[in-house]
């Protein structure tokens, strides 16, 4: 019991930093006229970095490494728990910044748009989205990767900036982010969470087929090695 409610603080606490993220993104497309989107995909990677610095359960940092064997420490079950509870804390400041912005129209429409792009409107947005996470997949999977072979925090924060920035920038579809997105933006139906769970078979797959192909690398630099 003591493990599964660990388990869930922490996973309660990464949707909540990456909610935090998400936060920083809309407040800077809603105040910032002319470069608020880049400027909020500046901001959001601290929502990653928290996660990683905090040393908490971040679905998307963790499902790449299901495969692997010398990693994972975790069970299926465990990537369920860990997923919800991430959703958990995203809702949770979605809604808390939902309140806040009361009496700020402008802010909750632009809450209202990102969350609004965020759901099912035809088969091409669906398969789109779907690619688009398989990438962000792969991009929050190099992130962790590269934050957990540095040896300070600038070169951390740089490397979780890089990829999470680029994916945040571009417009490539996160799952607990998303999630966030359509709690802030009050669109939560059977369309957004049709989304998402697109979202997350693609950010799933990505992370995956990531962590795989690097496997298959180093089998293959080692057999030359062995060779030579």
Known sequence: MNKYLKDI???????FFIGLGGTAFVMCKATLDVNGGLIGAMCFPIGLFM?????????????GY?????????????????????????????????????GN??????????????????????LG?????MVCGMLVYVGVYLYKKCNNYFERAVVIFIPIFLFVFCGFNHCIA????????????????????????????????????????????????VDN
């Open 178 to 225: 998303d999630f966030f997105y359509i709690t802030f933006g009050m669109n939560v139906n059977i369309l957004s969470l049709s989304f998402i769970l697109i979202v997350v078979l693609g950010n799933s797959l990505g992370a995956i087929l990531f962590d795989r192909a690097l496997y298959l690398l180093s089998k293959v630099s080692k057999t030359k090695e």
């Open 66 to 102: 299901a495969f692997n064997k010398e990693v994972n420490t975790f069970n299926p079950l465990d990537f369920v728990i860990m997923l919800l509870a991430n959703f958990l804390g995203a809702a949770t400041i979605g809604f808390i910044v939902y309140l806040g912005a009361k």
């Open 9 to 15: 603080i922490s996973g309660f606490l990464a949707g």
């Open 51 to 63: 996660v990683c610095a905090f040393g908490v359960n971040l679905y998307t940092g963790k499902i």
């Open 129 to 133: 989205a779907f690619f688009k996470s």
């Open 105 to 126: 129209q402008h802010l909750l429409d632009t809450a209202a748009a990102v969350a609004q792009s965020r759901a099912i409107a035809n088969p091409i947005t669906v």
